[in-house]
């Protein structure tokens, strides 16, 4: 059974960072690329990062320059640092091991607020 647990989102000002983790469990995390998606409130979820099991990475173009995703296989854990956060940015985050449909699973997400 998977198992995905986001943590660290959090109210900041803008232009402040945040630090978002993913534990995975129930899958050989080395092997599965990861991805960290977003969902504001009447919009749909969307893709924000990827991460290879190489560690190459991938953004959309919202959050280029500003966030960072990267994976510790040791602790099967992918994270999002968040630097300066804009208020478009407040949602809740997801991980996931699916970068497109189907999505088996999902986590309870992680709540990120940028208040101007």
């Known amino acids: 059974q998977v198992q995905l647990v986001e943590s660290g989102g959090g109210l900041v000002q803008a232009g402040g960072s945040l630090r978002l983790s993913c534990a995975a469990s129930?899958?050989?995390?080395?092997?599965?690329?990861m991805g960290w998606y977003r969902q504001a409130p009447g919009k749909q979820r969307e893709l924000v990062a990827t991460?290879?099991?190489?560690?190459?990475?991938n953004y959309a173009d919202s959050v280029k320059g500003r966030f960072t995703i990267s994976r510790d296989n040791a602790k099967n854990t992918v994270y999002l640092q968040m630097n300066s956060l804009k208020p478009e940015d407040t949602a809740v985050y997801y991980c996931?091991?699916?970068?497109?449909?189907?999505?088996?699973?999902w986590g309870q997400g992680t709540q990120v607020t940028v208040s101007s």
């Open positions: 996931n091991y699916r970068l497109g449909p189907p999505f088996p699973s």
């Open positions: 991460i290879t099991s190489g560690g190459s990475t």
């Open positions: 129930g899958i050989i995390f080395r092997v599965n690329a």
